[in-house]
């Protein structure tokens, strides 16, 4: 799915927080306008382009936006400068609240996905994995109105071409009568629907699976799981291969991360890895790379040509792999362990959305403006825990929630009650831990921490802010930038993985 990378990372963002690291203070450029009268001006003579040759007046008259959205320019313009640890980001897309909920789906629609695989030959696991991460089954799909997004942004300085061609395909949609139009809202960038299809990829891979007469991605789980499946199966599934697995490598083995450079089984065996319990890999891989997400010391994994089709939902290893883990626990039915076997290679490993929410809630009844309790760490949740760090002297204040924040401001798992934080008054300094021993503690393990970094914890997050930003450790890190591809279209891509 061309741009699918892009056109997810509005509700990808959403649902791992991403936000401004507090190092990262370049300055935005002031992000251009589209005005009314641009705007109506474009889209007249668009109407009339080749691109719209398809679709008729009256449709394109009557889903013509009264006026640009300007939230959309602004998302189009956000430079995402910051960077988040793989942990992070991992921690957030694969909580044991999402596994419980990939149970029940499972068991909820255990026929339909038994038929998709029959027909599609792909593994219920792993279409239930992309629904997950993708719209949080079905919970999650975005509220922007398409048809004001996307001609906002085919009226725009930038993308045009692509944009447009993707607005007169949501037009085709709703001609169509397919998607009815009230339901035509997704991301910023047009992706909708359960599975968060740009309307190209609507157009080229939506199935009807309910046999209604419509492919309903929005209101039809049956059309949606199967539309997943027929788009894995499309990009080269294997029917029957796992993704790949977990792996432990043999001490002093070396490698870089190339999942690309696929070799046999018989190939890693002999190398000496394992499964990362130890057993001998199995030979249910035909071929399989090796995936290094944080360098040599943390998880390694080596992954199959399955793995390369979630990684074609939306480019990034660490989104496919995500989607890979998630499988595995709906599979396993345990939500109770949601690690990989092998740590992170971090003292301060990431929290679930449950515990993001608890530290807002905290934060919120002492006081600070954090927006809505959502279990998002977005960017006004990092700037109050950047504030409260600050007014405690933790260093280093870079708003980054991680566990040992957790256990700092919100106990070791108890729920949050408001009269458990803060003061009537709502000072900041009223914040105070559940369980105040352990939380000096951790305060103290802090204020140590930020003293003696451990020499051999480069990663440690709680190096002093100036090391840490001077010297940001290359691996684990999920960044995001800019590249224009040869046809002109620019694309936000992780750069976490290399790809
Ligand atoms: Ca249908």
Redesign the pocket.
Known sequence: MRLTHLTTFSLLSAAIGLSLASTAQAARPEAPNLSNAEMQQCLSSLKNSSQFRGISDSTFERYRPSEPDPSVIQSLNYQPEFQKDIWDYLSALVDSERVDDGIRAKQQWAETLRQIEARYGVKAEHVLGVWGVESNFGQTLGKKPLFESLATLSCFDRRQSYFRGEYANALKIVEDGDIAPNDMTGSWAGAFGQTQFMPSTFLELAV???G?G???LVN?VP?ALASTANFLDKRGYRSGEPWGYEVKLPSGFWAASNRKDKKSISHWRDQGLTLANGSPLPYDLSSAGLLLPAGKDGPAFLVGKNFDTFYSYNASESYALAIAHLSDLITKGDSSKTDFITAWPTDDPGISRQQARDIQQGLLNAGYDIGEVDGIIGDNTRTAIQQYQSSRNILPADGRAGQKFYALIAGHGIPSRPSLYGNQNGQASSIQPLNPAPADRMGQLIQQQTTEPSPSSSQNTYQPANQSSAQPSNSGRVRYRRVTGADGVVNLVRVDDGS
Do not use: P, T
Request: no cysteine.
């Open positions: 009807d699976f309910d209604d419509r492919r309903d039809s059309d």
